[in-house]
Nanobody
Framework: QVQLVESGGGLVQPGGSLRLSCAAS????????MNWYRQAPGKEREFVAR????????NYADSMKGRFSISRDNNKNTVYLQMNSLKPEDTAVYYC?????????WGQGTQVTVSS
């Protein structure tokens, strides 16, 4: 079955960096676009970034442009989210997501906390 497992979250100071990973299995990873979303406490889940099946093009939410970078390694069935210049408002649970055979799949999420 389709599985998405995020990792790499944690506590980081403002201005710091983190790289999130999402390991995928159960479907032909290289054939599908992958997305990152996030959900902050008390807020709706929001789109962060998208990468096409071939590794480009990519799309970002406006507030992440220039700070976040999505990439993928189709040999490792893994998608990454490099986050730089982190701000307290980036604090959220980050999820990877894909749609396979018309069905949305989500990982369990990884917590990112930006605080001094």
């Amino acid at each position: 079955q389709v599985q998405l497992v995020e990792s790499g979250g944690g506590l980081v100071q403002p201005g710091g960096s983190l790289r999130l990973s999402c390991a995928a299995s159960g479907f032909p990873f290289s054939n599908y676009a992958m997305n990152w979303y996030r959900q902050a406490p008390g807020k709706e889940r929001e789109f962060v970034a998208r990468i096409s099946f071939a590794g480009g093009p990519t799309n970002y939410a406006d507030s992440m442009k220039g700070r976040f970078s999505i990439s993928r390694d189709n040999n490792k069935n893994t998608v990454y989210l490099q986050m730089n210049s982190l701000k307290p408002e980036d604090t959220a649970v980050y999820y990877c997501q894909t749609q396979v055979w018309g069905i949305d799949y989500w990982g369990q999420g990884t917590q990112v906390t930006v605080s001094s």
